[in-house]
């Protein structure tokens, strides 16, 4: 009989017979022809090894035991792509086996009916992975799942979230160890965040119980401001607060860092030239609560500012030598500090009315060779003051304090462009509009006008002394009598080492790094006013 008038029939087997039994090998066609068997026959029941072929293109392949598929096997879905390899219970997947999915990923360990339960491995195709114990295909007791950034938890489970106790360490090095709620941080935890940052209490929804929500400056009482002596130390002290406004608790490590800035007036591009144009797009104004905008301003830790100019100082010294020129019984000691007493009037004019010759034409031109070695001292002032770190950034303490300590407001540099644009400071401390004056002309000028003689080779004199006097003066000379009289030693003035008097603004900004759950403070500002100290008045000491 041929196959095809036997598939005419409903079922229908061909193969091994024994007792008018189907025994041995043979094919078995079904009534519903999406089914087909062939393998090992027992008795008339399919058992041994045997392979059940679906219309589909699917299959299962394996052991077979009284007619139920029962044991090893291996099973391909055509729909999905899917297949399995393992331990087979009436017909279902039952013990350990590795299934393979069409998207890449594998588990490998127990089922019962069909679903993963017990103890298992899933990778799935994005690199996650999960160890430990499954309930009816989700996650479900202790585990570890290892995620696609490197991230570890290890901990309870319940229906496939992270519920009950667990910890998570992750790549950025933050570390979380504590309860667990629909896949949250909720109940009683500690974080020590990547940055730096701790957290210990509550959580409720992944979020801590009280965040930090705001930073304030703390300021004396009843004033809106803060009040720094000119060229002093001084410190500024920041709160964290919460949402009710009270210092945060519980958090601490979080980072700061400070600035300073000063108002900037922008000029309008027709009056700008190229160079200024230039350095308005590279140097962004600060935008700040006042209603105008500011510039950076220096702002240093003064240790590393005394450290910086005692530095600067000695390498003036091994650049330029002490040197010494003779005028008339007078010597000057030209070093690199400042001095206001450079000249005697009444010596200069007794000089000029003797009709002595007072400076010849080569000591002339070696004050102006003194007035080059200044300027570049300054450069290398500007230059320094450049390369000085700002003050380190500072960590809230458990009780959501931040202090800023050993601050310095320095003198700016001659290019700072605020100052160029505001013009000059008077002797009150107050800004004159007009333009700037050099020292050595000013003090050209109050020279000549201290001169009465008629002569033109008079005058010329006077001219010469004056800038003379200008050029030991920027050099910061010192005087000392040809009798080895005591030498007059005088130390860097406040006008020099601090900031111009007036209102700088201070900003505290948030600088902590990773983002602490993706969220950053705003900036705190505070204005910050620069008073020059009152000058004591020197007794007069009587003349021997």
């Known amino acids: 009989m041929s196959i095809d008038a036997a598939s005419e029939r409903k079922n229908y087997y061909i193969g091994e017979t024994a007792s008018q039994l189907r025994h041995g090998f043979g094919v078995y066609f079904y009534s519903n022809k999406f089914f087909r068997y062939e393998g090992d026959w027992v008795k008339g029941k399919k058992h041994g090894h045997g392979k059940l072929m679906m219309a589909d293109g699917s299959y299962y392949e394996g052991e077979f035991k009284n007619g139920e598929i029962e044991g090893h096997g291996f099973r391909k879905w055509q729909s999905t792509g899917n297949t399995y390899s393992g331990e087979f219970s009436k017909g279902e997947m039952h013990g350990h086996g590795v299934m393979n999915y069409a998207d890449g990923s594998q588990y490998q360990g ?162 700008q030239s190229l160079l200024e144009l230039i350095e308005n797009i590279e140097t962004k104004p600060i935008s700040t609560p006042y209603g105008y905008d500011v510039l950076p301003y220096p702002l240093l830790d003064s240790q590393d500012f005394e450290e910086g100019e005692e530095a600067s100082g000695k390498r003036r010294q091994s650049q330029a030598p002490l040197t010494s020129k003779v005028f008339g019984e007078d010597t000057i000691h030209e070093t690199h500090e400042a001095d206001s007493d450079v000249l005697k009037p009444d010596d200069k004019d007794q000089d000029e009315a003797d009709g002595s010759s007072s400076i010849s034409e080569s000591k002339y031109a070696t004050s102006e060779t003194q007035l080059e070695l200044s300027a570049g001292a300054a450069e290398e002032v500007e230059t320094s003051l450049s390369q000085m770190q700002p003050p380190p950034p500072q960590r809230s303490s458990p009780d959501g304090l931040v202090e800023f300590t050993n601050l310095i407001l320095p003198a700016a540099p001659s290019s700072y462009r605020p100052f160029s644009l505001d013009g000059e400071i008077g002797p009150d401390g107050k800004v004159s509009s007009s333009a700037s004056v050099t020292p050595s002309s000013s003090s050209a000028s109050t020279r000549r006008g201290a001169g009465s003689s008629s002569s033109v080779r008079s005058e010329k004199r006077r001219s010469k002394g004056s800038r003379t006097a200008s050029a030991a003066s920027t050099s910061s000379t010192s005087i000392t009598d040809g009798k080895g009289g005591k030498a007059s030693k005088s130390k860097t003035s406040l006008e020099d080492r601090g900031a111009r008097p007036g209102d700088y603004v201070i900003i505290i900004q948030e600088a902590t790094q990773p983002l602490f759950l993706g969220s950053r403070l705003d900036p705190a500002f505070v204005i910050a006013k620069v008073i020059a100290p009152k000058k004591t008045a020197k007794k007069p000491q009587a003349k021997r």
């Open 110 to 271: 127990e089922f019962h009916n069909n679903q993963r339960h017990g103890t298992g491995i899933l990778r799935d195709r994005d690199g996650n992975e999960y160890e430990g114990a499954w309930y009816k295909n989700k996650k479900h007791g202790q585990g570890i799942q290892i995620y696609e950034n490197g991230d570890e938890y290890e901990g309870e489970w319940v229906e496939g979230c992270r519920h009950g106790h667990g910890d998570l360490n992750c790549t950025d090095g933050t570390f979380y160890e504590g309860q667990w709620r629909a896949d949250m941080f909720n109940g009683q935890g500690t974080m020590a965040h990547g940055s730096g940052l701790t957290y210990e209490g509550l959580w409720i929804n992944g979020r801590p119980e009280k965040e930090a929500c705001s930073i304030v400056v703390e300021l004396p009482e009843g004033q809106k401001y803060i009040e720094v002596l000119q060229g002093r130390k001084f410190c500024v002290n920041v709160w964290v607060l919460d949402s009710e406004n009270n210092p945060l608790t519980g958090e601490y490590g979080r980072e700061f860092q400070i600035s300073a800035g000063y108002r900037f007036s922008q000029k309008s591009s027709q009056s």
